[in-house]
């Protein structure tokens, strides 16, 4: 991926992403360490989940692609990758990112496209928590990709203790979030699941649960006034205890840790 510096003809949103790459790719750490160790989290766990069962040359959709950084690593490690993202303008500056690789540019709203051919994996990261019906998203997700294909996701863990948002599997009538559905960042989270609303979720859009990796815990986050404390510890220490809170039982894990990624198969 091409190291890319701001400019100021840039328009307002590549400028806006510029500033989130600055933390989450440039290693420009800033005063929220948390932020930069938990995007690089969610980023490595991903890639992980995408390396362990696709092959080279495979055809990837990357939903909500946003400023390209999972569309651009996996295109420079073989794959053939459409980005999307509901902003058209974020299409040129992925481009200027672009160093090697197949990369096509489709940009709109993920559920009315039209797409030729299927895909053999699509991943989607941390959009699920801002839609009004996740399980249709999902089946539509589900839809795009061939039999035995893979569906890859990012979210948020509703179990996690600071947590105060409901299940999606609370609400009889989920129409009533649709005005408030697609709003960028945390300001825009609508449900977030829990472990036990995956398997029914994942079923009823035909799709067959492979793994799923629960990830970074309140230290990592700089949660609970902890941010001071990463100015101090080496990022070593900060991963290693990450690993070690990985290992403790799912009863205390599933609180404790902020977010999830899960690999699903098309039956």
Do not use: C
């Not at 390209?68 to 990758?81: D, Q, R, S």
């Amino acid at each position: 991926m091409k190291r890319v510096y701001l400019q100021d003809n840039w328009k307002k949103s590549w400028k806006d992403f510029y500033r989130n790459d600055l933390r989450e790719i440039y290693g420009v750490v800033g005063k929220d360490r948390g932020y930069v160790y938990s995007y690089h989290n969610r980023r490595n766990h991903v890639l992980d989940l995408v390396r362990s069962v696709a092959k080279a040359g495979d055809k990837i959709l990357d939903v909500a692609g946003a400023a390209g950084n999972f569309t651009l690593p996996l295109a420079e490690e073989g794959f053939e990758v459409t980005w999307n993202d509901m902003y058209p303008d974020l299409a040129e500056y992925v481009e200027m990112k672009r160093e090697k690789g197949i990369v096509h540019y489709r940009s709109g709203n993920i559920v009315e496209l039209k797409f030729e051919d299927e895909f053999d994996m699509v991943i989607a990261t941390e959009i699920i928590e801002h839609v009004a019906h996740p399980d249709r998203f999902l089946a539509h997700l589900a839809s795009l990709v061939k039999t035995r294909g893979y569906v890859v996701l990012s979210t948020p863990l509703g179990s996690y203790f600071k947590n105060t948002l409901p299940r999606f599997t609370e609400f009889a009538n989920p129409e009533i979030f649709e005005e408030r559905q697609f709003k960028p960042n945390s300001n825009g989270h609508i449900f977030l699941l829990h472990l036990d609303e995956i398997k029914p979720l994942a079923e009823k859009a035909g799709l067959d649960v492979l793994k799923l990796k629960y990830y970074t815990n309140p230290l990592t986050h700089g949660h609970i006034k902890l941010n001071s404390l990463l100015k101090i510890l080496p990022k070593k220490a900060v991963f290693g205890i990450e690993r070690l809170t990985q290992k403790l039982p799912e009863q205390i894990g599933k609180k404790i840790h902020d977010n999830f990624a899960i690999l699903l198969r098309k039956k």
